[in-house]
């Protein structure tokens, strides 16, 4: 039985054109560019100065606070410049620039290929190896791992979901390592389980990766308390909000995190980090990201070092095609549009996908004619229309009784508008204006 | 050159002018049915319903509005094949002239175009020419006997004008129904009408292809039909002498075509599920309450309007449901 979740949803074309290629390693490249803000919270403090020396595996910048995370080098060489530096957010941010020379890692590192399935470990010591190797979420949204392990005072996980929807059309970053890496995963999974005191992980997958759920399925009968559920295709499935609803009924309410209702979520690619971590004692330096585009010569999933600038993984790919227009990073959804190569792959970054300009141009924009498309298919149950309505006529007082706040931005309502109309750009609008609001009063 | 834009990067293959082609494309079953029934008065008054509708709204957003015209939308021509559907096939053609004026020019382009107008403007068209023409608005061709007849064409009572005419006259229901088209007749189109509300199958074959191709969602036709049917039943079951059954109301004057094509207009319907079952269940009873109780044989295209005139307000106090509103933990 596939489960999924009941209110709202779209189903754009799946386009996974990578799916059977397995991943191959990108050679290390010849410049890294590592910023120092990869993940939510606070930026990490630079540790190396122009001039330093850095092995593989170092750590450059530490994580200052709570929601914050380390930040290590990714290659060997020398840094050239800590500057603030374009990333794939438009911003420019610090960052360490690295000139590579050759490919040596830290002492402490495990680079046996072969798999540890004995976790040697205590709690504290795996609390502290994924704080200590700057492990953050895989999936996009980049939370620090060590945060969502730790419950306040007198609250209790009943339940640990595994995010491995990978609902966005195109990326098939997490479908290779189900493939590829099932028993680090569940490793992965029972360190998280033990650390956290949970009895029962819920591995949720989309259908369209039957031979993922396989897989996993397989490999979870050696592991108790780990089962795998397939999930109807359905945009977007993998919002954590909906990843919940779909596998255990309940409902996070509004404004609040999945802890309210018990449960922990993490992706399927955090997994794989944290196996690395802990068995390995590796740091965050790699990640998995899917490069493809119909018209690109070779969409390939690689296995790159974080900093890689984004051009040395489009030439990895066949270089950019004489059409491509627009360059995203991770998913055609919920993606962000690059306006460089020059910028890094960061932790977070899945995929990175080539549109031609036929693709990329958005149709002129038509009156609103009330179709209740985007009522429908909005899957937190508000009204895109009305918000975009207000926005444009600078009612921002009426936005909270919208409950545009309340919106992810998963963009189902300007994908389905037969009106063309730019939906989500509003709300975005409405939600920024009625910050600065309440900061005004 | 880069193309930088915030997410979503796709799009779907939906857009206006598919939608409203595809309201074209449902009505064509019965126009044909209409054709085949009243022959050229119905290729007349479409034609010209048509073509008038397209043109005053160009001229209106060239001339008047002074903004670029967006008839290829295709709303245009929706609301010139619906006018004309709803008006009997030998009304005279400056009265459709006049019709398609008031639909877009009062209905649709006043308020503001498409997307903004609160009352459906076929409708508007129709209920304005049935208001200030009733003479020419309430004679209807004889089926089958005017293929080649226009305005002169041989006229008799639409079905539900005979029962209110009947009632009036103080005839029970059992003797008033040996003067009415069978069931048969009725369902295949073969009695007095409006030229596109005579054919119910073919109305229901559209039906299915808008639910099909979902252009359309089943609610607003469904309440419709569901309220119509249970409060005829309620009164049939009552006094069958004194009213019809719910099969008849079904099948006669405009009730499936409002139902189906006029109370479905996307501008001029409520946004939520919840809100279309309460707009539909409105025109059901407000219908019946016209036919049965009040004035004039038909009361679909008031019905419609007067929930048109609710939707805002619909809009306003029912929300959807919001994920997440109520904890709602097992």
């Given at each position: 039985m596939l489960k999924t979740f009941n209110k709202g949803g779209i189903h754009p074309a799946e386009n996974k054109i990578t799916a059977g290629k397995p991943i191959s390693t990108l050679p290390v490249p010849p410049i890294a560019i590592i910023p120092v803000l990869q993940h939510i919270g606070t930026p990490a403090n630079p540790l190396v100065k122009k001039g330093d020396k850095v092995k593989t595996g170092q750590m450059i910048a530490s994580g200052e606070g709570f929601i914050a995370a380390n930040i290590h080098s990714s290659v060997t060489g020398t840094v050239t410049r800590v500057d603030k530096l374009t990333d794939a957010s438009g911003y420019k941010r610090t960052a360490i620039e690295i000139e590579t020379s050759s490919d040596e890692w830290m002492n402490d590192i495990d680079l046996n290929p072969g798999l540890v399935t004995d976790v040697s470990l205590s709690i504290p010591e795996i609390m502290v190896r994924t704080w200590d190797q700057g492990i953050v979420g895989m999936g996009g949204a980049t939370f620090p791992t060590h945060v969502k392990m730790v419950f306040p005072r007198g609250i209790k996980a009943e339940c640990l979901i595994i995010n491995g929807a990978e609902c966005e059309p195109y990326v098939t970053a997490d479908h290779r390592l189900m493939l590829e890496k099932g028993e680090e995963i569940m490793i992965g999974i029972s360190i998280v389980k033990s650390a956290i005191g949970i009895e029962k992980a819920i591995i949720g997958i989309e259908n369209n990766k039957p031979d993922g759920i396989e897989n996993l399925q397989r490999i979870s009968s050696r592991f108790p308390g780990i089962t795998v559920q397939g999930l109807k295709v359905k945009y977007p499935q993998g919002s954590e909000k909906h990843l919940i609803k779909s596998l255990t009924g309940r409902a996070v309410p509004s404004g609040g995190l999945p802890i309210d209702v018990g449960i922990v979520v993490f992706n399927i690619g955090t997994m794989f980090a944290v196996y690395e971590a802990v068995q390995k004692n590796k740091p965050l330096i790699e990640r998995t990201v899917t490069v493809t585009g119909k018209s690109l010569k070779n969409p390939s999933n690689f296995r790159v070092r974080i900093g890689t600038p984004v051009s040395e993984l489009i030439k990895a790919a066949g270089g950019l095609p004489d059409h491509a227009s627009k360059i995203i990073a991770g998913g055609p959804m919920m993606g962000k549009a690059l306006n460089t190569l020059d910028v890094p792959v960061t932790k977070g970054m899945s995929g990175l996908l080539v549109l031609d300009d036929i693709e990329s141009k958005r149709k002129p924009v038509q009156n609103c004619i009330r179709c209740t498309r985007c009522v429908t298919v909005c899957p937190m149950g508000i009204e895109p229309y009305l918000i975009m309505s207000m926005v444009e006529k600078e009612k921002c007082e009426f936005l909270d009784d919208c409950h545009i706040n309340d919106c992810m931005e998963c963009g189902s309502c300007s994908y389905i508008c037969p009106a063309n109309r730019p939906l989500l750009d509003y709300i975005r609008l409405g939600k920024a204006r009625l910050k600065k609001r309440k900061q005004q009063k | 050159m880069i193309t930088v834009?915030?997410?979503?990067?796709?799009?779907?293959?939906?857009?206006?002018?598919?939608?409203?082609?595809?309201?074209?494309?449902?009505?064509?079953?019965?126009?044909?049915?209409?054709?085949?029934?009243?022959?050229?008065?119905?290729?007349?008054?479409?034609?010209?319903?048509?073509?008038?509708?397209?043109?005053?709204?160009?001229?209106?957003?060239?001339?008047?509005?002074?903004?670029?015209?967006?008839?290829?939308?295709?709303?245009?021509?929706?609301?010139?094949?619906?006018?004309?559907?709803?008006?009997?096939?030998?009304?005279?053609?400056?009265?459709?002239?006049?019709?398609?004026?008031?639909?877009?020019?009062?209905?649709?382009?006043?308020?503001?175009?498409?997307?903004?107008?609160?009352?459906?403007?076929?409708?508007?068209?129709?209920?304005f020419l049935f208001v200030s023409f009733p003479v020419q608005m309430s004679t209807y061709p004889e089926p089958l006997q005017n293929w080649f007849t226009y305005t002169d064409a041989t006229t008799g009572a639409t079905p539900l004008g005979l029962m209110k005419e009947g009632i009036k006259n103080g005839d029970s229901i059992p003797d008033l129904m040996n003067n009415i088209p069978s069931y048969i007749d009725l369902f295949i189109g073969k009695m007095g009408g409006s030229a596109g509300e005579i054919a119910a199958f073919a109305l229901i074959i559209g039906l299915i292809y808008l639910l099909a191709r979902k252009i359309i969602t089943f609610h607003i036709p469904v309440s419709i039909i569901l309220t119509v049917t249970i409060f005829t039943g309620i009164l049939w079951w009552s006094d069958p002498t004194k009213y019809a059954n719910p099969l008849f109301h079904l099948l006669t004057g405009g009730l499936l075509l409002g139902a189906i094509f006029m109370a479905t207009d996307y501008v001029t319907s409520p946004m939520t599920i919840a809100g279309m079952w309460i707009y539909g269940i409105g025109i059901g009873i407000i219908t019946i309450l016209i036919r049965i109780f009040g004035a004039y044989p038909e009361g679909v295209q008031f019905a419609i309007l007067i929930m048109n005139a609710f939707v805002p307000l619909i809009n306003k106090y029912i929300k959807p449901a919001r994920f997440g509103e109520r904890p709602e933990n097992e």
């Open positions: - | 834009s915030p997410a979503p990067h796709d799009h779907s293959n939906v857009s206006v002018s598919k939608l409203m082609f595809g309201v074209i494309i449902a009505l064509i079953p019965t126009f044909i049915v209409s054709v085949i029934f009243f022959g050229v008065g119905v290729l007349i008054i479409t034609l010209i319903s048509m073509l008038s509708c397209v043109a005053f709204e160009y001229l209106i957003q060239r001339f008047i509005l002074k903004k670029e015209p967006s008839i290829s939308d295709g709303s245009a021509m929706v609301t010139g094949l619906l006018l004309a559907l709803c008006l009997p096939a030998n009304i005279p053609v400056w009265l459709v002239i006049l019709g398609s004026l008031v639909a877009i020019g009062v209905a649709k382009m006043s308020f503001g175009g498409l997307g903004n107008n609160p009352f459906n403007p076929a409708l508007v068209g129709r209920v």
